[in-house]
């Protein structure tokens, strides 16, 4: 079945950088869109990133865009999210997650169990 | 960017209710919606999409309707389980969330 399992998550201090992945299996990895989506403690989903399975396309929310990068092997089934420039309110767990189905690219009926990010001096 | 807001944003309710949330989009976005429920401590479950559609699985006292700006989330019967926080989505060109719908025992 659809795994994917996120790691990199730690404690940074604010201006550093961290790289998270995300391990897929149980499916084809490079035939689907992957997104990064990330929750503060106490407060709602918010959508981070997403990268098309040929990487040709990238979108960033505002809030990370020119800190985060995204990307992905589609030989090694893997998907990454450098973290730089990191900030105090950057702290949340981050989950990669997929689409139900390759057309749908962001319904995300598969979601990682997340990797937490805590940035403090 | 189209903004979702989702009212209310907390609500309090008994087992056996009838409950509707409502989720605004700032313009007209067809029905590219989604639902998803987050129970406390655990990760998202899509519930609904394409406004109306249930998710393999989901139980049938969950029922999702709208197009255009509005779109609504029902309960129609509320189970012990179903105490959680949920999240409308829009799911075409720009993946977007509502701010979330925090739905408590009372």
């Known amino acids: 079945q659809v795994q994917l399992v996120e790691s990199g998550g730690g404690l940074v201090k604010p201006g550093g950088s961290l790289r998270l992945s995300c391990a897929a299996s149980?499916?084809?990895?490079?035939?689907?869109?992957m997104s990064w989506i990330r929750q503060a403690p106490g407060k709602g989903l918010e959508w981070v990133s997403y990268?098309?399975?040929?990487?040709?396309?990238?979108y960033y929310a505002d809030s990370v865009k020119g800190r985060f990068t995204i990307s992905r092997d589609n030989d090694k089934n893997s998907l990454s999210l450098q973290l730089d420039s990191l900030r105090g309110d950057d702290t949340a767990v981050y989950y990669c997650?997929?689409?139900?189905?390759?057309?749908?690219?962001?319904?995300?009926?598969?979601w990682g169990q997340g990797s937490l990010v805590t940035v403090s001096s | 960017a189209i903004q979702l807001t989702q009212s209310p944003s907390s609500l309090s309710a008994s087992v056996g209710d009838r409950v509707t949330i409502t989720c605004r989009a700032s313009q007209g976005i067809g029905s590219a919606v989604a639902w998803y429920q987050q129970r406390p401590g655990k990760i998202p479950k899509l519930l609904t999409y394409s406004a109306s559609n249930l998710e393999s699985g989901v139980p049938s006292r969950f029922s999702a309707s709208g197009s255009g700006a509005e779109f609504t989330l029902t309960i129609s019967s509320l189970q012990p389980e179903d105490f959680a926080t949920y999240y409308c989505q829009l799911f075409n060109n720009y993946p977007q969330l509502g701010q979330g719908t925090k739905l408590e025992i009372k």
């Open positions: 997650a997929r689409p139900t189905e390759r057309k749908l690219r962001f319904l995300w009926g598969h």
């Open positions: 990268i098309s399975p040929s990487t040709k396309t990238i």
């Open positions: 149980g499916f084809t990895f490079g035939d689907f869109y």
